[in-house]
């Protein structure tokens, strides 16, 4: 009876007619940036021969996650206000934690492909990753700012849901991860440490002192008046939004468009699919802005950002999944329900209801936070084991015979290069 529901639950998650497509997987990616292939590939393609050949590529996804979860406690124990100031190596600590973040996302398929163990379970655990860290990453620059609790606070912590989502989306429908000239896993996660680094070094209050006395009158070029007295915290939420107008969404929305234009498709039935994300976003800021919310005022945006983290893990990973497994698109997840319920729960007076107190609404934020770690990780957990059976592959851990048979190429290499240095023909050693 037991294995009867266990099967029930995993076909709930994924089908076994969907998991034959894991079969001709094969992942495609484009990456334009001049600094990820000039100044970054080189010191990742140099950092991944230091990892040990037993270490599964998952299991360097997770390392570098646990640098993010390492600094959010430090956030909470030293500067749970989000304001600060902190002290200095708190910034630093965070700049360090996200650089290494970056470096372990960036290496795990190129550790997958050192130990021959590729595969679309790959994929989805490192952009599952990605996504839960959009929140908790994007809360240490929030700090890192003293921005705090405040409505750009929020912003800050939350914006870069949307350019994950629509890079998530622009993939199920090209099946190829596109990364323009600048692009947020590189650039932009470059200029979230040095945020961090440069308050660790000067404070945080540089991001509201006049942007003129930072720089200088003479390296404006005349536009010290157009400038003002305006800091870089004036102009932040600007600078968030027009890259995210300007220079994601619509490179996003041209390659969907143009694939399904290839493959003979409508265009227009795509769009639809951006009502997730939408309820997901308005309802975020309809519960945080109400005027009658307690949360911000009382402080809970780290814990509503963890919640976030996992119902917008959610919601891509079942992006992800439908990707490789060739499945319509997933339009909705049970996570979403108590959002909605949340920002209902936080305009009851627009209603003619009275509003509820500040320990309500926490009581409220606790147990969606609960209620979204058990689902989750059960769907986590299920999806998980399902593509390890099927493909007869473990997640965290590489396999003894695997080890040794890479342990075994990775010595005929060291031997044919010997070989090759005392100028044996074909790296042969010489007789």
Not at 17 to 36: E, F, G, I, M, Q
Not at 120 to 136: A, K, Q, R, V
Not at 239 to 244: A, D, K, P
């Amino acid at each position: 009876m037991a294995s009867g529901n266990s099967k029930k639950a995993v076909a709930e998650c994924i089908s076994d007619d969907a998991l034959t497509h894991l079969r001709s997987y094969k992942y495609s990616s484009v990456d334009k940036s001049p600094v990820s292939y000039y100044i970054l590939r080189p010191y990742w393609n140099a950092f991944v021969e230091l990892l040990p050949l037993w270490l599964a590529p998952n299991m360097v996804t997770l390392i570098g996650f646990f640098f993010i979860l390492a600094n959010i406690a430090l956030l909470v124990i030293f500067m749970p206000d989000l304001v600060g100031p902190g002290p200095s190596w708190l910034y630093l600590s965070f700049a360090f934690g996200l650089f290494m973040y970056q470096t372990m996302d960036n290496i795990d398929g190129k550790q997958a492909r050192r130990t021959g163990t590729s595969s679309g379970l790959g994929e989805l655990f490192d952009h599952g990753i990605d996504s839960l860290n959009c929140t908790l990453g994007s809360l240490l620059e929030t700090a890192a700012m003293a921005l705090g609790t405040s409505k750009s606070g929020v912003f800050t912590a939350l914006c870069p849901c949307l350019p994950m989502f629509f890079s998530t989306w622009e993939t199920y429908h090209t099946h190829t991860l596109y990364l323009g000239y600048v692009n947020g896993p590189t650039e932009g996660i470059l200029i979230a440490c040095s945020v961090m680094a440069i308050s660790g070094i000067y404070g945080p209050g540089i991001w509201t002192e006049p942007i003129v006395n930072i720089v200088g009158k003479n390296y404006l070029f005349g536009y010290d008046e157009l400038v003002g007295d305006h800091s870089i915290r004036d102009i932040w939420i600007l600078m968030i939004v027009g890259s995210l107008l300007f220079g994601h969404m619509p490179f996003c929305v041209l390659n969907v468009v143009k694939a399904r234009r290839k493959n003979k498709l409508p265009v227009l039935p795509v769009f639809l699919e951006w009502i997730p994300m939408a309820v997901y976003t308005l309802s975020i800021g309809a519960w945080l802005y109400s005027p009658y919310s307690t949360l911000m005022r009382e402080n809970h945006l780290v814990l509503f950002c963890l919640t976030m983290s996992f119902v917008f893990g959610r919601m891509t990973t079942k992006m992800i999944l439908a990707h490789l497994t060739r499945q319509p698109f997933p339009y909705w997840t049970v996570m979403l329900g108590p959002l909605v319920g949340g920002a209902v729960l936080g305009n009851l007076p627009w209603f003619g209801l009275a509003p509820v107190s500040a320990k309500v609404e926490h009581y409220y934020l606790w147990a969606y936070f609960a209620f979204a770690c058990v689902v989750y990780f059960r769907w986590a957990y299920l999806v998980t084991t399902s593509i390890c059976s099927f493909l007869g592959i473990n997640c965290l851990t590489i396999p003894r015979e695997k080890q040794l048979e890479n342990k075994r190429k990775q010595q005929e290499e060291k031997l044919l290069a010997r070989g090759g240095a005392n100028g044996a023909p074909n790296g042969k050693k010489s007789q």
